[in-house]
């Protein structure tokens, strides 16, 4: 599963900087399923499928209208909305992110990231900030408590990570919804 979700993520990123020409765009070699729905919740039956292979422009959380350009900006601003909001007790999803996403350190603190790169200097590359930063980015102030997000992931499992938090939230399937491109 991991060689796969890193297999899309690196297509995803290579067609981000090269975009393929139309002329290529053949039915065998592309991404020509059409989604009816333009509109779709990280709730829906088929989230996971309709995020595969289409970009997301906006996030729709509440009243408040965001835009985003890829799925790692879509989970790390329906986090930071979390944080901001005092409705919901963001703390929580720090605790509780073995049950969430089936993994520790999916969102994790400098004090501790740093001793992970120190392990594994390629792990680096797979989580920002809230602030979009690596954390060798000459902007980033590196303190104890500044939280990195993991963004080494498929749509599929972006999706999944945010239907989970909004499932222990309690929140309705139109509370959060993605907008395609």
Same mark, same amino acid.
């Given at each position: 599963? %991991? !060689?796969?979700?890193?297999?899309?993520?690196?297509?995803?990123?290579?067609?981000?900087?090269?975009?393929?020409?139309?002329?290529?765009?053949? @039915?065998?070699?592309?991404?020509?399923? @059409?989604?009816?729905?333009?509109?779709?919740?990280?709730? /829906? /039956?088929? %989230?996971?499928?309709?995020?595969?292979?289409?970009?997301?422009?906006?996030?729709?959380?509440? &009243?408040?209208?965001?835009?985003?350009?890829?799925?790692?900006?879509?989970?790390?601003?329906?986090?930071?909305? !979390?944080?901001?909001?005092?409705?919901? /007790?963001?703390?929580?999803?720090?605790?509780?992110?073995?049950?969430?996403? +089936?993994?520790?350190?999916? !969102?994790?603190?400098?004090?501790?990231?740093? &001793?992970?790169?120190?392990?594994?200097?390629?792990?680096?590359?797979?989580?920002?900030?809230?602030?979009?930063? %690596?954390?060798?980015?000459? @902007?980033?102030?590196?303190?104890?408590?500044?939280?990195?997000?993991?963004?080494?992931?498929?749509?599929?499992?972006?999706?999944?990570?945010? %239907?989970? !938090?909004?499932?222990?939230? +309690?929140?309705?399937?139109?509370?959060?919804?993605?907008?395609?491109?």
């Amino acid at each position: 599963t %991991a !060689i796969k979700d890193h297999q899309t993520n690196m297509i995803a990123w290579f067609l981000e900087t090269f975009p393929l020409p139309d002329a290529y765009k053949t @039915s065998n070699n592309w991404n020509t399923r @059409s989604i009816e729905k333009v509109n779709f919740s990280p709730l /829906d /039956d088929e %989230a996971g499928e309709i995020a595969e292979g289409n970009k997301p422009s906006k996030l729709l959380i509440k &009243s408040d209208v965001i835009a985003v350009r890829t799925w790692q900006d879509v989970f790390i601003e329906f986090l930071k909305w !979390i944080k901001k909001s005092a409705d919901y /007790d963001y703390d929580s999803i720090l605790v509780n992110q073995e049950k969430l996403f +089936g993994k520790e350190h999916i !969102i994790i603190k400098w004090k501790n990231f740093k &001793s992970l790169i120190d392990e594994h200097t390629d792990s680096g590359k797979r989580y920002k900030t809230f602030e979009n930063n %690596a954390w060798d980015s000459k @902007s980033t102030v590196l303190e104890d408590d500044l939280e990195f997000i993991h963004i080494n992931a498929s749509a599929k499992s972006f999706m999944t990570r945010i %239907a989970n !938090i909004m499932n222990q939230f +309690g929140m309705s399937g139109d509370y959060v919804e993605i907008v395609l491109k």
